[in-house]
């Protein structure tokens, strides 16, 4: 991760106010600037508010110390408190011992990975399943992020809340224009035998579908989307630029973390309905991952 040098007699606090804004203009500049040139406007506005803002690589998101740090920074904010970022600084030694822990558990398991892999920590697993990143490489962004000053932890929980600010201006306001948009769209008819479910849920059911009749997901999004538009009648001129491709190329991060905490909870009552115990697991698993990205 890149910084800019910060004046030594600068405070915490001071930094990063400071850190944020400037993280939360250039962003947002560089997103606006992008989609203002594309010829596509929303699969550019799509594509530049997952790599900016979702996915920045800038944020380790698969990192047990990453996610231990801004839990502990959210916690202390929604309790109200004053010095958050002081006592998330003073948090710094037990999160770094937490983490260390957990690197040597995960070098111990690697050691026979075929045997043990459902021991490694959830953000392990995510990062092997989703991103195809390997153990070693997880250790080692794990213990470069043990090495942090305080200095660059600020700027992580800076850079950290001005994506997730961004995040969620920009994916409201785009899932807001697409509902209204789908509701103009419909006919009178139409509206009188609208779907129980929204477009997102659809895409859910079907991605949990797929898990449950043991479809690779990664490796048959295209056939996926494909099968989808038939079943619910929605023609399309190319599959990858189709919405329903691109809320299935990533079902569970292509809304907001809110969003898409809802639409898991609304669809697991009705797999719970059909009685399919193994899907409920499966939801109630990522139910849980993402209730720990809204802590």
Known sequence: MRYKVMKANQSPEELFLKAYSRFYQSLKHR???SVDKATDKGYASDYFRRTLFLENQNIPRYSVFYHSLVSTFRHHQKLGETNSLELTLASISTIQEMAATIIEQTMIIQLSISDRL????????Q????KNISILELIDT???LLKYSHEKVVLLLAMDQA?????????EKQESSEEQISDENLSID??????KFT?????????????LIGVKHKKNVSKCADALHSFLGIPYTQITNSELYKKLLHPLTFSSEKATLQNLLVIRSFFESLGSVSTTALIDFDIEKVKKTLE
């Open 199 to 211: 477009r997102s849920q659809q895409v859910l059911i079907a991605y949990y579908i797929s898990q």
């Open 127 to 130: 990062a092997i399943e989703e």
């Open 190 to 195: 139409q509206q009188s035998y609208s779907p």
């Open 31 to 33: 997103y606006l600037w």
């Open 163 to 171: 994506t997730k600010e961004l995040t969620k201006e920009f994916f």
């Open 118 to 125: 459902y021991q490694l920590n959830w953000l392990y697993l």
């Open 142 to 144: 794990e213990q470069r």
